[in-house]
């Protein structure tokens, strides 16, 4: 066993709520990016092919799969998240069966999910002022990973796995769920006034 100090070091578990959480967002990234990728191989085997979920001008996964963004590391965006929605399922099956982790684990979870949100910020950015169109699958991913991180910051904090004062600490105890959602009005308020004018012709 670990130890700090000549002491054990703490491990943190979680209840089954939050594992379920863990599960299904990162069963909803992981079946986004699967899509993704599939129609991604299909795009580059045919260049006349056009995905099932480009719809119109605005929602038009086809446009965003061959713009740049989408091979921001040299390689197709959604074969980073077969990978790292993959690792939230496990973590989150681990944590269902009992399972406690050291808090430079629940760290690296956190920082994780920072990158995460942090890219998925980005390619909103990208996707609405740049690319001009919309994927349906990368909002499925987007949703899951703005809920997954804010779960996840809220699990650090009330666990006292990073330092907050007690007025954070009781707020994200109980309105975690309210961050959550204000962050996706955020995106949805974003998209709907960016093509106002699409939505309401």
């Known amino acids: 066993m ?30 986004a990016s699967w899509v993704i990728t599939i129609d991604k191989f299909k795009l580059l085997e045919d260049p006349d092919f056009t995905p099932g979920c ?63 949100v942090g ?19 990368c909002c499925l991913a987007w949703i899951a990973t703005i809920v997954l991180f804010w779960y996840v910051v809220s699990h650090l904090v009330t666990r006292q796995l990073l330092p907050a004062p007690g007025w954070l600490v009781t707020f994200f105890d109980e309105f975690t769920w309210a961050v959550a959602v204000l962050h996706l009005g955020i995106v949805g308020m974003l998209i709907l006034t960016r093509w106002w004018d699409f939505w309401t012709s």
């Open 2 to 31: 670990a130890t700090t100090a000549g002491r054990p070091e703490r491990t943190v578990g979680a209840g089954w709520g939050f594992a379920l959480l863990l599960v299904l967002t990162g069963a909803a990234g992981l079946l």
């Open 54 to 116: 480009s719809l119109n001008p605005v929602v038009s996964c086809g446009s965003v799969m061959e713009s740049d963004q989408a091979e921001a590391f040299g390689f197709p965006n959604p074969m980073l998240g077969l990978v790292a929605y993959g690792v939230v399922i496990c973590v989150g099956v681990s944590l269902w069966a009992g399972a406690r982790f050291p808090r430079w684990y629940w760290l690296g979870l956190g920082a994780g999910c920072l990158f995460g």
């Open 119 to 137: 890219f998925v910020s980005w390619l909103q950015f990208e996707s609405l002022y740049r690319i001009n169109a919309l994927c349906l699958w």
